[in-house]
Nanobody
Framework: EVQLVESGGGLVQPGGSLRLSCEAS????????MSWARQAPGKGLEWISS????????NYGDSVKGRFAISRDNAKNTVYLQMNSLKPEDTAVYYC???????????????WGQGTQVTVSS
């Protein structure tokens, strides 16, 4: 069973930093790209960042580019999101996700974690 478990959220002041973690299980973590997305109150889901299976390629949304950094440790089946220079508009529930093939088909299923709340406020 595929599971993604996020942690590391919390309350932080503007300008502060947080590091989110997402521990994966139930699939060959090192074979798949991983992503982070967020959903702010009253808004839709926003893609934040992705990292390739080996970690050599990363991409970021414009709203977080230069402030957030995604990384992964394939030995620990964990993907991270280092968030710096946080702003009140970064307040959201943050989710990690992975597209994993469905056995016996040529389809992928996007798995999501339960999310972790990040609140940026003074």
């Amino acid at each position: 069973e595929v599971q993604l478990v996020e942690s590391g959220g919390g309350l932080v002041q503007p300008g502060g930093s947080l590091r989110l973690s997402c521990e994966a299980s139930g699939f060959t973590f090192s074979s798949y790209a991983m992503s982070w997305a967020r959903q702010a109150p009253g808004k839709g889901l926003e893609w934040i960042s992705s990292i390739s299976s080996g970690g050599g390629s990363t991409n970021y949304g414009d709203s977080v580019k230069g402030r957030f950094a995604i990384s992964r440790d394939n030995a620990k089946n964990t993907v991270y999101l280092q968030m710096n220079s946080l702003k009140p508009e970064d307040t959201a529930v943050y989710y990690c996700n992975a597209d994993v093939p469905v056995r016996g088909t040529n389809l992928d299923y996007r798995y999501w974690g339960q999310g972790t709340q990040v609140t940026v406020s003074s």
